[in-house]
């Protein structure tokens, strides 16, 4: 999925559109917008595009204002029970958090992220090959049917069990 969010990005940026419109940048409550991109993560550098794309319109940003409310939102989001929630989710995280307490839980979430996507590809996997075996009407590639899905649920009988090792010194 981040693959996805990545390609888009760049296709925004080749495409040439901005990352806020002029009309947003006479309109703009700099604090809210700075407490919303602390809250979400966003890095601080996203300050110096606003200052260019405002600047193309002739508008100041009052950046000021923004570093506020991003410093209010950033340490929000960077409360080390966030980093869970954000990795579980499945986002992208931007190395804006100082602690490591954040860092660790988002790895944790994200690994969770991550398992639960293995599972559902295996999943779907399991049904599309499911719908085959249900209209092949072949014996051989029946049989070939069967040994792929009970492969597939295999490994994801094998991703639903904890993995644990043991030490034992003697």
């Not at 991003?70 to 990795?87: D, F, L």
């Not at 295999?154 to 030490?167: A, C, G, Q, V, W």
Request: hydrophobic share 25%.
């Amino acid at each position: 999925m981040s693959k996805y969010i990545s390609l888009f990005c760049a296709a925004t940026i080749l495409s040439g559109c901005q990352v806020i419109s002029p009309k947003e940048c006479q309109s703009t409550d700099w604090l809210s917008r700075g407490i919303n991109d602390g809250n979400n993560g966003r890095s601080a550098n996203i300050l110096s595009e606003y200052i260019q794309a405002c600047s193309e319109a002739n508008i100041t940003v009052d950046s000021k204002a923004w570093r506020s409310g991003y410093n209010t939102g950033i340490r929000s989001y960077c409360a080390p029970e966030n980093g869970y929630t954000v990795g579980r989710q499945g986002l992208t995280y931007n190395g804006v958090c100082p602690n490591s307490e954040f860092l660790k839980n988002y790895n944790t979430g994200r690994s969770e992220y991550e398992l639960e996507q293995q599972k559902q590809e295996l999943r779907n996997e399991i049904a599309q090959l499911k719908n085959q075996l249900a209209s092949e009407t072949d014996r051989e590639k029946k049989k070939t049917l069967k040994q792929d899905i009970k492969q597939l649920e295999k490994r994801l009988d094998n991703l639903h069990r904890p993995n644990i090792s043991f030490e034992i010194s003697l």
